[in-house]
């Protein structure tokens, strides 16, 4: 059955609406994690280095295993519903890991030489999830739609890069400027949250 004309311009708005919260998590991620390692610099470092590293090594676990999968747009709606709620919950979690970082990790560990590694290995699992589940998400929307329009497969690519990275481009900037300013880091990243499950559902 003929996929309706619309249908194919419409995941490329979603998937702009994707790369709107999507980079938006990466520079808020920047901000928690400075208040675990210490430093914006080392922050900023270790997000940059999993969200690329994430989103590479999910991308290969797509290329592995999507193969088989029936229809991959419900993969990728599955993906972003997931990043969705774990940016939804990522606030009060965080608050929960300080607590217990503070409270009885840190001072445990103490002035030993496992501190700093420990401190590094923790941040970076508490965004390793997010990162391999937005790495998912180009293979599975670029896959689903070339099934669905195997004659313009070089178009669907490009023009899905062109719209998340202008998605991404425009979240950064709304964030950075509007609403963190207005609603702080925790409803910054609810909104984006929720901007992923409302993808997710449309394309459900």
């Not at 899905?160 to 998605?167: D, R």
């Amino acid at each position: 059955m003929p996929a309706p004309t619309l249908f194919r311009p419409l995941l490329f708005l979603l998937f702009a609406a994707s790369g709107f919260s999507g980079l938006i998590y990466e520079s808020l991620w920047a901000q928690y994690l400075k208040l675990f390692l210490g430093h914006a610099a080392y922050a900023q470092t270790l997000v940059l280095a999993i969200f690329m590293g994430g989103m590479a090594l999910g991308a290969w676990i797509c290329s592995r295993f999507s193969g088989s999968w029936s229809n991959l747009l419900r993969g990728y709606a599955l993906a972003e519903a997931a990043i969705g709620v774990l940016a939804v919950l990522f606030h009060p979690l965080f608050v929960l890991f300080l607590d217990w970082a503070y409270g009885w990790l840190i001072p445990v560990l103490g002035p030993s030489l496992l501190l700093d590694p420990v401190r590094w290995g923790l941040s970076a699992l508490l965004i390793l999830p997010q990162t391999l589940l937005l790495g998912m998400t180009f293979p599975l929307m670029a896959a689903g739609l070339i099934r669905r329009f195997p004659h313009n497969s070089g178009s669907t690519i490009s023009i899905l890069y062109f719209t998340n990275s202008l998605g991404a481009a425009l979240g950064v900037l709304v964030s950075s400027f509007f609403l963190v300013a207005r609603v702080g880091l925790p409803g910054t990243l609810t909104i984006a949250g929720c901007i992923n499950l409302m993808t997710a559902a449309a394309v459900w």
